[in-house]
């Protein structure tokens, strides 16, 4: 009953538009100290679940994406891409998985990937003939490997939370990806 009345008071302090770090932060401090944890408990174990080193990879990683997008490093990536392909026929739909093969190994982010490579492929894609559904269905496809491809945001935070290897879980993501990004090449091929 107590974590239902948790539940419902984190809600309520996110539907008034609190910020979502203090509408979990406050009902939880209050839960402990209602169930007898000193304030120095509460607070040291509040202090712990922020103070993880392997946590600080993922704002590292969304910084380096975003330096990435905006020093040109994606359009960069794209047109050596499309050097390789450009004898082949519907050259951008591999252009397009490759380049974010590429970019996941630099971001982790889907939405950083999704960003970058968006802005320079759908358009790309669109002058050469491919329907614009196509070419945003396999940019936001092609995107998802970031999460599974290392160095995974996702990754890196189920690691730090369930404490195993980060490394293991990057070398056994690696397989993961490289099979999806062989599925979106077999679609661009059957396209």
Do not use: C, Q
Not at 77 to 103: C, I, K, P, Q
Not at 129 to 142: N, V
Not at 147 to 157: F, L, R
Request: hydrophobic share 60%; no cysteine; aromatic share 8%.
């Amino acid at each position: 009953m107590t974590i239902a009345i948790l539940i419902i008071a984190i809600a309520i302090l996110m539907a008034i538009r609190v910020p979502v770090a203090l509408s979990i932060l406050g009902p939880s401090l209050v839960y402990m100290l209602a169930t007898g944890n000193s304030p120095g408990f509460t607070m040291r174990i509040a202090a712990d679940g922020i103070a993880s080193f392997p946590l600080l990879a993922v704002p590292l990683f969304i910084l380096l994406g975003t330096v990435a997008n905006y020093s040109g490093v994606a359009d960069r990536l794209f047109d050596f891409a499309e050097s390789l392909f450009h004898r082949v026929t519907g050259n951008l739909g591999y252009v397009n998985v490759m380049a974010s093969v590429g970019f996941s190994w630099m971001s982790g982010s889907a939405l950083a990937d999704a960003a970058a490579m968006g802005k320079t492929l759908v358009p790309a894609m669109e002058r050469a003939g491919f329907k614009k559904s196509f070419a945003t269905g396999l940019t936001a496809s092609s995107s998802l490997i970031s999460p599974v491809m290392p160095p995974s945001i996702p990754a890196v935070i189920y690691a730090s939370v369930a404490a195993v290897s980060t490394g293991a879980l990057f070398a056994a993501s690696v397989l993961p990806a490289l099979l999806l990004a062989g599925a979106l090449l077999v679609v661009v091929a059957l396209y």
